[in-house]
Nanobody, 119 residues
Framework: QVQLVESGGGLVQAGGSLRLSCAAS??????MGWFRQAPGKEREFVAG?????DYAESVKGRFTISRDNAKSTVYLQMNDLNPEDTAVYYC?????????????????WGQGTQVTVSS
């Protein structure tokens, strides 16, 4: 049974930082990543890490994804946050090490953690 446990969300002011974490229990996955969804919008890819890393254009230079394979945990360091980053952030994993930006190809999802950035 696979469970993804997320933590690190919260309320911050514009320009602040947060670090999200997601621990996968039960197995090791080739790709671990983060998606986000704001009210009234589609769920969108934020960052992923497999044999390489990939980022959405809107977060490049501000967010950094990393992983600790021994703990089956993925992190998302978010710096220089702005109100456009406000959303529910979801951890997602899949078996292949090839990073993909499509929601449909990921196998398991976390419960989501709220990130709110005030102006």
């Amino acid at each position: 049974q696979v469970q993804l446990v997320e933590s690190g969300g919260g309320l911050v002011q514009a320009g602040g930082s947060l670090r999200l974490s997601c621990a996968a229990s039960g197995r090791t996955f080739g790709t671990m990543g983060w998606f986000r969804q704001a009210p009234g919008k589609e769920r969108e890819f934020v960052a992923g890490i497999g044999w390489s890393t990939d980022y959405a254009e809107s977060v490049k230079g501000r967010f950094t994804i990393s992983r600790d394979n021994a703990k089956s945990t993925v992190y998302l360091q978010m710096n220089d946050l702005n109100p456009e980053d406000t959303a529910v952030y979801y951890c997602a994993v899949k078996n292949s090490r090839v990073v993909n930006t499509r929601v449909a190809v990921y196998d398991y999802w976390g419960q989501g953690t709220q990130v709110t950035v005030s102006s």
